[in-house]
Each structure stands twice: as structure tokens, then as C-alpha cells.
């Protein structure tokens, strides 16, 4: 048998009466057979009902509405991860059709014989540096507001990632340059033994230097394909030889991009 509170629940929300009952004379038998103190609670469980099911809405909603921006977010890092691949391809297939690379002006720079320039732009240099942190060990004795520790301590070393100066970069046929009014630096393209490359940046593992060389660039998958080309093999004219056929595409891996070359024979006329 039906409680006259859950009797109220189902009319409202069904909105049909039981048999024999109208809303009117629902409501007014439920207001003469409970006491107020039942009215009371029978109000505050429906209070209590209510604010639990908007809770369970809005906790809802943040989680939807969390999910929805790490999806846009990754849908957004995704279309830049193709994007710089579309470019450093289609980078390659122009140099392919037009049989040379395009060449730029290396300005402040020192310019080695039979050197040419290939990228520039303005770019961050950021190096790894190492620190220490110190840390408390043994008792901890509170003195007013400052800890002490009785026993002595121990300190970790933490390497953390520093910007160091911003400037010019440029990639030439040998090397890889860096200049600015407070830092340069420069790497050889024979001495790089690995280059890491993400949407930002890319990192140069040079077999002269301890730490790595980071720098910011417009499109890493462009600078990266490009200095694994010249790191491979010396590139000694801008112009490509007789028959060679330049073929970049991406890979499976998002911003990666695969390079090919192809010879083809070309058979001249014999001179008359």
C-alpha cells in the first residue's frame, strides 16, 4: 500500500490520479490525515532527493565538459602534427621539381667556402641545466614557524630546462648555426648523432657536447628531415644532380615524415 507521500510523488510525476482520487481531493486528504511534522518531512525528503540529482548534473556536466576540451585538444595538437608534415613534404616535392634548394642569406655569419644557407628564422635556444635541492632528513623539530631537522640532510640533483638566449638560427650545408647578442653556438652536421623533434621544438645530440641543444622553431618536422638529409650526407651544391628525384611523405607516427631519393638514368644524345 502506497504511502500518501509516495501517492504525492507518483501523481506529480505521472501527472495521472489513482483511481477514484482527483488532484484536488489527493491533496486534500493528504493535508488532513498527516500532521504538519510529516508534511515537514516528507518536504525535506524531496528537498533532499532534489539537490542530490543536481549535484549528480553538474558533476555531470564538468566531466562531459572536461572530456569535450581534452578531445579538442588533441584534435588541435593532431591537425598542427599533419600540418608541419603536409609542409616539410610538400618542402621536398618543390626542391624535387625545381631541381635545386632554395637557398637564403646567411647574415653576422662567418660563411666557410663552399657553404650555403637553407632555413633561417628567429628562434629560442633552451639548455638543460643541472641543480641541487636540499632536503631535510632525521627528526623534525618546529621551532615557532621554522622547521628544523636534527640529523642533518641530503640534497637531489634535478635537471631542469632553462631558456638561455633568443636569436637567429640557421641551417646551412654543414652546419647548424646559432648567433645572438648574448650567445652563439654552432654544431656540425657530422658530429650530430640524434635529433628529436616535437611540435615546438627540436633537439640536437651532438657527439661534442654532454647535453643536448634545444631550440624553438616554427615547423620541427621541416628543420628535423632536413638536417637528418645534410647530417647523412654532404651536401655540396644547392643544385640537385642529373636525374635525382626527391620523395618525402608522412609516416604512421604523427609529424614524422619518411625520406626517399631515386636516380634516374638519363641518357644524352652522343655528339655528332
Known amino acids: ?11 506529480v510525476t505521472t501527472g495521472v490520479p489513482k483511481r477514484g482520487h482527483t488532484p484536488k481531493r489527493f491533496t486534500d486528504q493528504l493535508l488532513d490525515r ?22 549528480a548534473l553538474i558533476a555531470w556536466g564538468v566531466k562531459a565538459a572536461s572530456r569535450r576540451q581534452a578531445r579538442q585538444q588533441e584534435d588541435g595538437l593532431r591537425k598542427m602534427a599533419e600540418q608541419q608534415a603536409a609542409e616539410a613534404c610538400a618542402y621536398i616535392a ?7 634548394f632554395p637557398t637564403i642569406w646567411m647574415s653576422n655569419v662567418n660563411i666557410k667556402k663552399g657553404e650555403f644557407g637553407l632555413l633561417h628564422e628567429v ?35 634535478v635537471e631542469n630546462l ?5 636569436g637567429d638560427l640557421y641551417l646551412s650545408n654543414e ?7 648574448s650567445r652563439s653556438s ?25 647535453k643536448p641543444k634545444i631550440f624553438t622553431v616554427t615547423n620541427p618536422a621541416k628543420w628535423s628531415l632536413l638536417i637528418k638529409l645534410l647530417s647523412g650526407k654532404h651536401l655540396e651544391s644547392p643544385t640537385l644532380a642529373d636525374g635525382l628525384t626527391l620523395t618525402a611523405q608522412p609516416t604512421g607516427t604523427l609529424g614524422e615524415v619518411s625520406f626517399s631519393a631515386r636516380q634516374i638514368k638519363i641518357d644524352y644524345p652522343a655528339p655528332a
Open 162 to 166: 632553462h631558456p638561455t638566449a633568443e
Open 94 to 100: 618543390e626542391v624535387s621539381r625545381a631541381g635545386a
Open 1 to 11: 500500500m502506497l504511502s500518501p507521500c509516495n501517492k504525492w510523488l507518483r501523481l
Open 34 to 55: 498527516e500532521t504538519p511534522a510529516q508534511l515537514l518531512e516528507y518536504h525535506t525528503r524531496m528537498e533532499f532527493f532534489v539537490a542530490i540529482a543536481v549535484v
Open 175 to 181: 652546419r647548424v648555426i646559432f648567433f645572438s647578442s
Open 123 to 157: 628562434a629560442t635556444l633552451y639548455e638543460i641545466r643541472a641543480s641541487r635541492i636540499s632536503m631535510g632528513v632525521g627528526t623534525r623539530v618546529k621551532i615557532g614557524k621554522i622547521p628544523i631537522y636534527l640529523g642533518g640532510g641530503q640534497s637531489i640533483p
Open 186 to 210: 654552432t654544431l656540425a652536421l657530422k658530429d650530430i648523432v640524434g635529433i628529436d623533434a616535437s611540435l615546438e621544438s627540436i633537439t640536437l645530440h651532438s657527439a661534442k657536447l654532454q
